[in-house]
């Protein structure tokens, strides 16, 4: 619950307004620079993690003390002061630490705090956790306990689980569907070739990074390898690229069109960029093309700021999934625009016997702050899945589901529901497709009742975008196909890339780009690991190849980071990356280094590196 007045006593209130209110200017709002004393660690921390934010990676006594004082903050210095000029006064403070303490560039830090204020202070006035509660909600179980509104679990109907019959690879010669997955675009239209690729700021190789100095790398003309994103001529060259490449039954697409500046983003230019990249991939994907798109974290700003339907007005994402609408209605019919309108999440018939579900995976991410309002099932959308699952599973239907994050990163509650929904229906889901990691792995769920039958595999597709040090790339989808009896289980998969150090520097000893450079097919995954299929029991398979026999395990390392690798992947690294590949959910990672034969030692490690 929220800080109550009664319990604190009035000294305390007037120390913090004190001290938010002290500074070397009058009416301002940044705390004084006292002589001689350490930073204050727990904010440089803070700040860090914010330009390039996730919450694993925030210490549990980093996050409890920012949340203790910014909750007293905001209360008492209301309660004083009786002026919402309090919230401009906590931003302010924030921005004038992250000037002093040197985290960033002045503008950066002027911008994220400006950008991110209104959003996070209004959903954690409306939220009812102390700070035990919200970082227990943000880090993790390990830093306090979630009371209010976890576990909670969704209804499943009554229904018994048919008998489970497993799959069988398809006759030779059986029909394929094939199928182009794009993901994690990152479009920055402030690239600029010849920029510094290595600058201050979170995301570089752009107009306002600066020339580099001697011996210090520059952009390159189609993409670089450091912390950058895509110019538009790359990701126009993918799409022209991938339209040679086809033909296409369809297309999954799974968010992330903006590209890293998260400091200074825009809802005008969010929208702009949505659709300038949607209407760039109808034209060169053609008419005949359906593409079924997932809704990223990075098309809202602030980065990850996805309100429940029940924030209504300016707050609301109307504004964001208004124009999804209206750019994706040529792909989809009017039902599924309508729930794309409420909540970013929608389902349609792909082909017959083939049933596809959207789901809009900010709802379950620990980084969307207006979770802390509430997070039991937001939208409703777990509920809405197991509607559409039992009508599949009643009509004989298959159903690919498609998503941005992960499930396996996902919160607590909500990732245990999904894998156990999963459980259910693992007769009717026949695939699983996501991105947001940026690289090329998976996520393995097996039978709640002994964790040792596989029975689902989420695939996790490379990214378009190069961030951070990668080959641009896209996935290729083999599926079994449209016949009666089909599984519509993944058979293969390819990856291809744009290798940047030939395509920048063009043939022979030419130093200028490549004017076509080509894309390159890195692996096939049955070629590659001597697999059947790319079923559940394969990957099962292929984990344990991965622990006996580290060349294959390297050799997926380097497939993961599309051919561009620095070095190889050992003790901690390993372990945590193999958690990963078998943990659909979140909790498993507890154990899973028990059950990879590490013996419990590696798990803490693991969990830090792994996001």
Same mark, same amino acid.
């Given at each position: 619950m929220r800080l109550s007045p009664a319990l604190l006593?009035?000294?305390?209130?007037?120390?913090?307004?004190?001290?938010?209110?002290?500074?070397?200017?009058?009416?301002?709002?940044?705390?004084?620079?006292?002589?001689?004393?350490?930073?204050?660690?727990?904010?440089? &921390?803070?700040?860090?993690?914010?330009?390039?934010f996730n919450w694993t990676n925030v210490t549990c006594r980093l996050c409890k003390t920012a949340f203790t004082i910014v909750d007293i903050a905001l209360l008492n210095c209301r309660l004083m002061l009786r002026s919402d000029a309090n919230e401009e006064r906590v931003a302010h403070a924030v921005g004038e630490a992250c000037i002093r303490l040197h985290l960033a560039d002045e503008q950066v830090c002027r911008q994220i705090t400006e950008l991110f204020r209104d959003d996070f202070i209004r959903a954690?006035?409306?939220?009812?956790?102390?700070?035990? %509660?919200?970082?227990?909600?943000?880090?993790?179980?390990?830093?306090?306990?979630?009371?209010?509104?976890?576990?909670w679990n969704i209804s499943l109907p009554k229904v018994p689980k048919p008998p489970v019959t497993p799959p069988s690879p398809p006759k030779p010669g059986s029909p394929q569907s094939r199928v182009l997955f794009l993901t994690d675009i990152h479009w920055d239209q402030e690239y600029e070739?010849?920029?510094?690729?290595?600058?201050?700021?979170?995301?570089?190789?752009?107009?306002?990074s600066g020339f580099p100095s001697w011996k210090r790398r520059e952009a390159g003309y189609w993409g670089t390898y450091s912390n950058c994103d895509l110019p538009l001529r790359t990701v126009e060259n993918l799409l022209a690229n991938a339209a040679r490449a086809g033909p296409w039954d369809w297309v999954y697409w799974t968010g992330d069109i903006p590209a890293h500046n998260i400091w200074s983003q825009t809802r005008k230019q969010q929208l702009l960029e949505l659709t300038v990249i949607s209407r760039l991939v109808q034209k060169y994907l053609g008419p005949n093309?359906?593409?079924?798109?997932?809704?990223?974290?990075?098309?809202?700003?602030?980065?990850?700021?996805?309100?429940?339907?029940?924030?209504?007005?300016?707050?609301?994402?109307?504004?964001l999934y208004d124009t999804?609408?209206?750019?994706?209605?040529?792909?989809?019919?009017? &039902?599924?625009?309508?729930?794309?309108?409420?909540?970013?999440?929608?389902?349609?018939?792909?082909?017959?016997?083939?049933r596809l579900v959207s789901l809009n995976m900010n709802f379950c991410a620990r980084e969307n702050f207006w979770l802390m309002v509430n997070s039991t099932d937001p939208a409703n959308q777990l509920q809405w899945l197991v509607h559409i699952l039992q009508a599949s599973e009643d009509k004989g239907e298959k159903v690919h589901i498609i998503g941005h994050i992960p499930p396996g990163m996902c919160l607590g509650s909500w990732g245990w529901n999904y894998y156990h929904i999963v459980n259910r229906y693992e007769?009717?889901?026949?695939?699983?497709?996501?991105?947001?990691?940026?690289?090329? %792995?998976? &996520?393995?769920?097996?039978?709640?009742?002994?964790?040792?039958?596989p029975l689902g595999v989420a695939f996790i597709a490379p990214s378009a975008t190069t961030f951070i040090n990668l080959n641009p790339g896209y996935r290729v989808y083999y599926i079994d196909g449209n016949y009666q009896g089909s599984s519509r289980l993944v058979i293969d998969h390819e990856n291809y890339i744009l290798n940047l150090t030939e395509a920048n520097h063009g043939p022979g000893a030419s130093f200028s780009p490549d004017p076509n450079p080509k894309w390159t097919l890195l692996y096939r995954a049955t070629e590659a690991y001597g697999l059947p299929t790319m079923f559940p029991s394969d990957h099962d398979r292929l984990i344990q190849t991965f622990i006996n026999d580290d060349r294959v395990f390297q050799k997926f390392w380097y497939f993961s980071h599309k051919g561009h690798v620095s070095e190889p992947c050992k003790e901690t690294c390993k372990t945590s990356l193999l958690c990963f590949l078998r943990s659909g959910r979140y909790d498993e990672r507890e154990q899973c280094d028990h059950l990879i034969g590490s013996g419990g030692n590696l798990a803490q490690a693991a969990r830090k590196t792994l996001c």
């Open positions: 006593p009035s000294s305390l209130g007037l120390m913090t307004c004190a001290l938010l209110l002290m500074s070397s200017q009058p009416g301002s709002c940044h705390p004084v620079q006292t002589s001689g004393q350490p930073e204050p660690v727990f904010m440089e &921390q803070f700040i860090r993690q914010g330009l390039g954690l006035q409306e939220s009812l956790l102390w700070p035990n %509660e919200a970082c227990a909600l943000l880090v993790g179980p390990s830093c306090g306990k979630f009371d209010i509104y976890a576990p070739a010849g920029s510094a690729a290595d600058c201050k700021d979170p995301l570089c190789c752009r107009k306002e093309v359906t593409v079924y798109p997932a809704v990223g974290n990075h098309e809202s700003t602030p980065v990850n700021s996805f309100p429940p339907p029940f924030v209504h007005g300016n707050r609301s994402s109307a504004w999804m609408a209206e750019e994706w209605a040529a792909w989809l019919p009017e &039902q599924a625009l309508k729930t794309l309108r409420y909540g970013g999440f929608y389902t349609v018939e792909v082909q017959p016997g083939l007769s009717t889901i026949a695939g699983q497709f996501f991105g947001h990691t940026h690289r090329d %792995e998976f &996520q393995m769920f097996y039978d709640e009742a002994t964790m040792t039958r």
